[in-house]
């Protein structure tokens, strides 16, 4: 795989500032071209414990911080295009854990690169991987999925190239049924911004899949399937559902997958 442009960032325990003492506990690795951002935490504080004094280190706190940090990398994914979008985020953590500015680093296999970096740079075992926010939320799209894979009905964890942007974009679920259906759970911040920025981008790419395919004359449409942080706000999820239909992508709510599932049964071949 050619090597693309990646950017990495330690995840630092800094109990006070002013004297500059930190430990690693985890590293952020981003690419741009790969649509690839994803964290590893290390499991144990023992390295934050030397540096406070075990009776002095608040483990639950610090803990649920680490996996503060990776919940908002996995729920505002699609936020991160340009490492301005990183260097904003690791720019906006004011608390005892920080993040380093961005590094660059030659990236060609995200997921084993970043498991090189966790080992070199923080060591010791990583925290369990968890279970997928999405596969949590949608958990019968994920078995359905599952079994129609099982029965050669779907295909799991694509990647696509989305026409005229050349951007790598990842589907988890794909079926066919005269034509490619890419389908892409999405979770949508309770930040406003961020959350019409991730659709806007959704949708420009699933038109120029609708218009112009995945390449070699396979025709295709993307299918979003949304939740929302905050699905009490009634304003935002009707802008969203209304950036998607303008743009001709077909969006499903979250109380409509049942109903969608039982349509992809009934058609993928």
């Known amino acids: 795989m050619k090597p693309e442009r990646g950017y990495y960032s330690l995840i630092q325990f800094c109990p006070n500032p002013s004297r500059w003492e930190t430990v690693n506990v985890g590293v952020v690795l981003f690419c741009p071209a790969l649509g690839f951002l994803d964290a590893r935490t290390s499991k144990s504080n023992r390295r934050a414990e030397k540096l ?14 680490k996996q503060a940090i990776q919940s908002r990398l996995d729920v505002d994914r699609e936020s991160f295009r340009t490492i301005e ?25 995200p997921k084993n690169d970043l498991d090189r970096l966790f080992v070199e740079l923080v060591g010791g075992k990583r925290s369990r991987e968890k279970v ?56 949508f911040s309770q930040q406003e911004s961020a959350s019409l920025n991730s659709a806007g981008l959704l949708a420009l790419e699933g038109n ?62």
């Open 85 to 109: 979008d990183l260097e904003k985020f690791i720019n906006s953590r004011g608390n005892w854990l920080k993040l380093t500015p961005a590094r660059p680093i030659k990236v060609c296999s």
């Open 208 to 269: 120029l899949v609708k218009r112009h395919g995945t390449g070699e004359g396979t025709d295709a449409r993307l299918i979003i399937v949304s939740s929302f942080e905050d699905d009490q706000n009634l304003g935002l999820v009707k802008r969203v559902t209304d950036v998607f239909r303008d743009f001709e992508v077909e969006n499903i709510a979250k109380d409509q997958v049942d109903a969608f599932l039982t349509r992809v049964k009934k058609e993928a071949h």
């Open 132 to 187: 997928s926010e999405l596969k949590e939320l949608f958990p019968t799209l994920d078995s359905t999925f599952e079994e129609l894979k099982a029965q050669g009905r779907a295909q799991l964890n694509l990647r696509i190239t989305v026409p005229v942007f050349g951007r790598s974009l990842a589907v988890p679920y794909a079926y066919s049924n005269g034509r490619l259906n890419l389908v892409k759970p999405q979770r």
């Open 52 to 65: 406070v004094g075990r009776q002095n280190l608040e483990r639950a706190a610090l803990d649920a911080a």
